[in-house]
């Protein structure tokens, strides 16, 4: 895997695509365990749909206990605790499916996720044996408690309070916390409060005394979760109970956070996987001026638009769980591994927040265009298309807002720069340096070329951040237009290099010919689009950040890295929407 280039690491060395994992290298058991969750979720879950949505009693307990009876909820539990101790690749098939039943994805999610992984990686092992056999299982449901009415992106803002007792044997907890999934049926809380001023990290037990709930929030999308206050007064928790060290709260809070926008970018592509089959089907029955919907240049260009960035962001998705894997491999998670899990993902914070932004932004994309091509019918609850819409919304807000995930890129970036963990600057000055040198380097042709122009969005984005840099100092940290501006730049080449990374190693793979054509088009096509936005996002930093004549310098020498082949980009989409109506649905799917 790509164990040389972790951490944001991959703006400074050309990776090679045996370095990186992709979707169609999947095992039979990946593809037997995605068969059994698409099943369940389409057989069993997306029929009752309507139930959930009305939040009727007891149908999401119910989900809960069959999924943990199929394994879905012990994915990442060690077996010694009844789970099934898979690979990050199997929680992204699994996540990838689970969307098909609508609102009860964020239940599944919300447990399986952040509500259950904070006792896997920074849990003593008493509190594994105690928890995580039932959360495994389905007979308890776990939420997680970090947000409040006063601080939302802002988790360190908390004003949640535990004190310790008398006697020195439990801590009394007061404070409300907001927004908290699966709060209306959940039987474990992990509660972050804060003792003497420092966060920490606690498990609360529903039938604790002092613990009660706000009514259900009444919501645009995601309407059957649940979603409540939970309210805390005088709430005594044995001192076994705290997660991870006492006042370092903010190391779980925040690397669960990690690992939670890994796998909401998993859910996010499932959810467009799911968009772009009800369109088709859509636009395949609908009839307009004697034709098919599909058969019109205006629908395939939007089906070729859907399908490309879903290829570009399962490709980001699948590369990071290949990293993140390699991270995990060597965890014992039966003992105490507290720091050991920490530091692996704090590792991956960086394209975890990639991961987050692009597939969440991507799905917003194709649930807007499943709409529009839908017409007035998209707008009618009546088609799954119109929930589908306000559903995909919460993703740009759950697990910090993707404003404050953009802002984390360059900011993390920038720290492990300062502390010499990442030669970011010195490599961004042998950038400039090396300007004059750079040419065209149009000999190449196919994904050779593309390859060459990944290698030039990498210099063009150093260039822009390390100038950034160099010319406003620590006065950067607090400028949130241009941090912004870099982190789509990081943004568009992690995706762009991903897909060309990918395209490049399907042509190994023992596949189909017509689905390495497929790859190679849709890698083609979503890397010009990418690196069509890194050329405007670093020309705007840079006239922000240089004046004069050092600026037409720069710009000139940006004028060389931005050269690339002429590619017929209206073909390509062409001949996508083709494949894909000819498909029916998206042609990467292994079931």
């Given at each position: ?179 908290i999934t699966n709060a209306g049926f959940a039987d474990v809380f992990l509660v ?192 799954p298309i119109e929930r589908m819409y306000r559903d995909s919304r919460i993703n ?196």
């Open positions: 895997m790509e164990l040389a280039v972790r951490g944001g690491g991959f703006l400074l060395t050309e990776v090679t695509p045996d370095q990186i994992f992709v979707r169609e290298e999947i095992n039979e058991d990946h593809r037997q365990l995605k068969r059994m969750a698409h099943n369940f979720m389409s057989k069993e879950v997306a029929p009752r749909i309507e139930e959930i949505e009305e939040q009727k009693d007891g149908v999401a307990r119910e989900f809960m206990r069959q999924a943990g009876e199929l394994g879905l909820l012990g994915l990442e539990i060690p077996e010694e605790f009844e789970g099934l101790a898979l690979d990050k690749a199997s929680t992204v098939v699994v996540g990838e499916e689970v969307p098909r039943g609508g609102s009860f994805a964020v239940s599944y999610a919300a447990h399986t996720g952040i509500g259950t992984l904070p006792i896997v990686y920074f849990g003593t092992p008493e509190q594994k044996a105690k928890y995580l056999p039932g959360l495994a299982n389905g007979s308890k449901v776990a939420a997680y408690c970090l947000t409040e009415p006063g601080s939302g992106s802002d988790a360190l803002g908390a004003k949640a309070t535990a004190v310790l007792n008398a006697e020195g044997t439990h801590y009394c907890l007061n404070g409300t916390k907001q927004f972050y409060a804060k003792v003497d001023g420092k966060l920490t990290n606690f498990i609360v037990e529903r039938d604790y005394p002092g613990l009660s709930l706000g009514p259900e929030e009444q919501k645009m999308g995601i309407k059957g979760s649940s979603t409540r206050q939970v309210i805390l007064e005088d709430v005594m928790v044995p001192v076994e109970n705290i997660v991870g060290e006492l006042g370092r709260g903010h190391v779980v809070a925040f690397n669960i956070l990690n690992v939670g926008r890994f796998k909401l970018a998993a859910g996010a592509i499932g959810s467009v996987e799911v968009v772009l089959e009800t369109a088709l089907k859509y636009a395949s029955e609908r009839k307009q001026f004697g034709a098919a919907l599909n058969t019109f240049g205006a629908i395939q260009n939007k089906i070729a638009e859907i399908a490309t960035r879903a290829f570009m962001a399962e490709s980001v998705v699948y590369r990071t769980a290949g990293l993140m894997e390699s991270g995990f491999h060597d965890l014992d998670l039966t003992g105490d591994c507290r720091k050991e899990a920490g530091k692996a993902l704090e590792e991956y914070a960086i394209e975890c927040s990639l991961n987050k932004v692009y597939a969440s932004e991507v799905l917003d994309f194709a649930v807007d265009e499943g709409v529009q091509i839908h017409g007035g019918y998209g707008f009618i609850k009546e088609y740009r807000l759950f697990e910090g807002t993707n404003e404050i995930n953009r802002l984390l890129v360059p900011g993390t970036l920038l720290k492990r720069a300062m502390t010499g963990e990442l030669p970011l600057l010195q490599a961004a000055q042998a950038v400039s340096k090396e300007l004059v040198s750079i040419g065209l380097g149009g000999e190449a042709e196919g994904l050779e070329a593309l390859n060459q122009m990944t290698q030039k969005a990498k210099k063009l984005c150093l260039m822009a951040a390390g100038l950034a840099a160099q010319n406003m100092g620590m006065a950067l940290k607090d400028n949130q237009f241009i941090l912004t501006g870099m982190a789509e730049m990081v943004l568009q080449v992690y995706a762009m290099e991903s897909a060309v990374l990918r395209a490049q190693k399907v042509q190994t793979l023992e596949v189909t010919d017509e689905h390495k054509e497929f790859v190679a088009k849709a890698a083609t096509l979503g890397a010009y689009s990418a690196f069509t936005i890194l050329e405007q996002q670093a020309k705007e930093v840079l006239c922000a950040v240089e004046k004069g004549d050092s600026l037409s310098t720069v710009l000139a020498g940006m004028r060389k890295l931005v050269r690339r082949p002429n590619v017929d980009m209206i073909g390509l989409r062409q001949e996508i929407a083709k494949y894909i109506i000819e498909k029916e649905g998206y042609p990467v799917n292994y079931i």
